[in-house]
C-alpha cells in the first residue's frame, strides 16, 4: 500500500499571535512552527501501516522554504520520502489542486490530511483533493482499518459516530482519536540524523488560481475583568449577576 500523508506548517498554539501591514498580513516573528496536529494523527496512523502491513509513506506540503523544517521532523517520525510543492499556502481550493497533482503523479492508494489546520480552519482541503482525484473520502475519521483493497472507516457525527465500508483509493480527513495521543511520537536522535539522508524534494507549482483572499485579520475582544465574590456573599452574587452581568 501506498500512502501519502498531507503536512500542514502551523504556528504552534503557545505562540504570540501578532499582525503587520494594518493588520493585513501574519506577523511570523518569534512564532515557532509545528506539524498541524490533525496532521500529526494521520502521520502516526501512516506509521502504524507501514510497521505492520509494510506500507510505504510520503510526506506533502505545500510551501516555501521556510516549511522544510517540519517536513524533516515528519521525515525524522518515520516517514520514507518528503515533497515541497514550492508555492505558498493561501488558499483551499489553491492547496487542493497541488495536492491533486501530486497524487495523481505518485499513483497513492490512501491519502491522509488532517480535518483541518488550526491555523485556517477551513475543514475544505480533503474533500476537495478526493474530489479532484476522483477518490473515496470519509471526513472527522477518528479510525480507519485497510483490509486488501477496503477499508472500513469511523467518523463522528452530530450526536455519535457512524462506520461506513469503502474501497481504494481513499482520502480521509482525520482528527483526534485516529491514534491515541499517547502513541504520538518525538523524533529521536537516530530517526533525527536517519532524516537528514532522506530525499525531499521540491517541485514546482501548476497553475492553481487562488479563489479567495485574506482582506484582514483581527483578534478576539480581550476578556472583561473578573470580579470574585466570597462565597457565602450570594446576596451580592445575585445583585452583579442580575444588575451587571444581566444573565438573570
Not at 520520502?81 to 497524487?103: E, H, M, S, W
Amino acid at each position: 500500500m501506498k500512502i501519502l500523508v498531507c503536512i500542514s506548517h502551523v504556528p504552534d498554539t503557545t505562540s504570540k499571535i501578532n499582525f503587520t501591514d494594518g493588520d493585513t498580513k501574519f506577523d511570523t516573528n518569534g512564532v515557532q512552527y509545528v506539524i498541524n496536529p490533525n496532521d500529526e494523527f494521520g502521520l502516526t496512523r501512516a506509521m502504524w501501516f507501514k510497521e505492520k502491513q509494510g506500507a510505504s509513506v510520503d510526506v506533502v506540503n505545500v510551501g516555501g522554504p521556510e516549511t522544510e523544517p517540519t517536513l524533516r521532523k515528519a521525515l525524522a517520525i518515520g516517514a520514507d520520502t518528503a515533497i515541497r510543492v514550492n508555492t505558498p499556502a493561501t488558499d483551499g481550493y489553491a492547496v487542493a489542486k497541488q495536492l491533486a497533482n501530486v497524487a495523481n503523479d505518485g499513483g497513492y492508494d490512501l491519502i491522509i490530511a488532517g480535518r483541518e489546520s488550526i491555523d485556517y480552519n477551513g475543514a475544505m482541503v480533503p474533500g476537495m483533493l478526493a474530489s479532484l482525484i476522483d477518490a473515496n473520502f470519509v471526513a472527522n475519521c477518528i479510525s480507519l482499518e485497510v483490509d486488501g483493497t477496503s477499508a472500513k472507516a469511523v467518523r463522528e457525527i452530530d450526536g455519535g459516530k457512524e462506520t461506513v465500508s469503502t474501497a481504494l483509493p481513499l482520502v480521509i480527513g482525520g482528527q483526534k482519536g485516529l491514534v491515541e495521543e499517547s502513541d504520538l511520537r518525538i523524533p529521536n536522535m537516530r530517526g533525527i540524523m536517519m532524516a537528514r539522508k532522506k530525499p525531499l524534494s521540491v517541485v514546482e507549482p501548476t497553475d492553481a488560481k487562488a479563489e479567495t483572499k485574506a482582506v484582514s485579520f483581527e483578534k478576539p475582544a480581550p476578556k472583561g475583568a473578573v470580579k470574585l465574590v466570597d462565597a457565602d456573599n450570594l446576596d451580592e452574587l445575585v445583585n452583579l449577576l442580575h444588575n451587571e452581568a444581566k444573565v438573570i
